[in-house]
């Protein structure tokens, strides 16, 4: 009886092997097996006869990234406006009297629906009075929306966060800290000390059992600060390697590195960006997106020994106020993780999406990010439908440029 049973549950297991084998999508990344998940551990806890092997499917991580989130001048005063409404009394100069809603309204359930959302928010805290471009300075409450939005991470290390020298990079530091004693959002690409640069570089989240580090660094900064202390993550070579090695030693399953770079304004990446990945890539990173340029770039996959890295080159912006149209046409980037029983993590291929910045009085009364795939077709929905035309050329025309589809 005993051995029959043996044989019966050999069989079972064979046959769960030739599955698995047959359901492999071979255009899935298979990321390295750095530690073994809790799954394969809490799974044969159960007694043998209990598992129920065919109804089992792996869990998913989800992902989810946009890209430069601005502080134009005009951004703000709708804001204020916006606020106004309920509040004549607002004043200008006041943290709490700007209200950013409709910002990311349409985006609001897929964020929140998300295990991780990341985004950069390229300006930084330096308290009134608050200035758009050329040199930011944002209120408190923008970031407050961006967390009560659903987003974990907040990325700092881009050419404008020290645009108001160290007092504002502190000040910054000082916000997003207090945040993060408020919320489970996290920030990172600045620091207040070594130590602070250390534990933030890579800054390591976890999210259902899978440890992820991520790499936040710039090309450099538009003014510059006069102290070592607080600082911004810069690109360096040494540095990166330094942090990736911090990664691994630390356990992480999946390291992200995300760069910001490139030429502004250039639909393609430049050779400096496409070297610097492969470097990344051959040291052990898994997955690359990158901002700056203000539009979207070109994706390409870099082949290493043992895996595929997926290279987002830049994914434009989030929300801003340029005039551009191809700035005003971004992306996001869902990519999302396959936790297996085994222990092992599979990289799904990663999804970007295409979105359309509209400016107030196009679809809300202010700022509104949307996705062109829902809207493609609506034009009789809009308040200016001519932006929808704007809205279907350009992105006919990015399409071309950057072969995404």
């Not at 801003?320 to 005003?328: G, V």
């Amino acid at each position: 009886m005993y051995v029959s049973l043996h044989i019966v549950i050999l069989r079972r297991l064979i046959l769960i092997a030739i599955l698995a084998v047959l359901a492999l999508d071979t255009t899935a990344q298979r990321l390295p097996r750095r530690r073994d998940t809790l799954g394969i551990r809490t799974y044969l806890k159960k007694p043998l006869g209990e598992i129920d092997f065919f109804s089992h499917r792996p869990d998913t991580l989800s992902l989810f990234f946009l890209g430069d989130v601005m502080s134009h001048g005009a951004m703000m005063k709708s804001a204020f406006s916006e606020y106004r409404k309920s509040h004549p009394e607002a004043r200008s100069d006041r943290h709490e009297c700007y209200k950013y809603d409709s910002f990311f309204s349409r985006l609001q359930n897929q964020i929140a629906s998300v295990d991780v959302a990341i985004c950069n928010m390229e300006f930084p805290l330096a308290g009134p009075p608050f200035s758009g471009y050329p040199s930011f300075s944002g209120p408190d409450s923008y970031l407050d929306y961006l967390e009560k939005t659903g987003f974990d991470v907040i990325l700092l290390a881009n050419n404008h966060i020290l645009d108001k020298g160290d007092a504002g990079l502190e000040r910054t530091i000082r916000v997003c800290n207090d945040l993060e004693n408020r919320t489970k959002a996290r920030y990172t690409g600045v620091f207040s000390n070594s130590e602070d640069r250390d534990s933030r570089y890579p800054l390591i989240i976890e999210s259902r059992g899978v440890r992820i580090a991520i790499l936040n660094f710039t090309y450099g900064t538009n003014s510059g600060g006069k102290k070592a202390f607080p600082g911004v993550n810069r690109i360096s070579r040494d540095e990166i390697k330094r942090a990736i090695q911090r990664a691994k030693e630390r356990d992480c399953d999946i390291i992200i590195a995300l760069p910001h770079w490139g030429n502004e304004y250039q639909m393609t990446h430049s050779p400096y960006q496409e070297e610097l990945a492969r470097y990344m890539a051959k040291e052990g990173v898994d997955l690359i997106v990158g901002a700056h340029p203000h539009v979207a770039q070109d994706i390409m996959r870099i082949k290493t020994q043992d895996k595929e890295v997926p290279v987002i080159y830049s994914l434009g912006n989030a929300v801003s106020n340029q005039n551009d149209l191809i700035a005003r046409l971004e992306l996001s980037l869902t990519v999302k993780i396959a936790l297996h029983r085994n222990g092992n993590l599979e990289m799904l291929p990663p999804k970007p999406e295409f979105l359309w910045c509209t400016k107030p009085g196009t679809v809300d009364d202010s700022y509104c990010v949307v996705r062109v795939k829902d809207e493609a077709g609506r034009k009789d929905k809009w308040r200016n439908p001519a932006d929808h035309d704007k809205m279907m050329a350009t992105y006919q025309k990015v399409k071309k440029a950057t072969n995404i589809q």
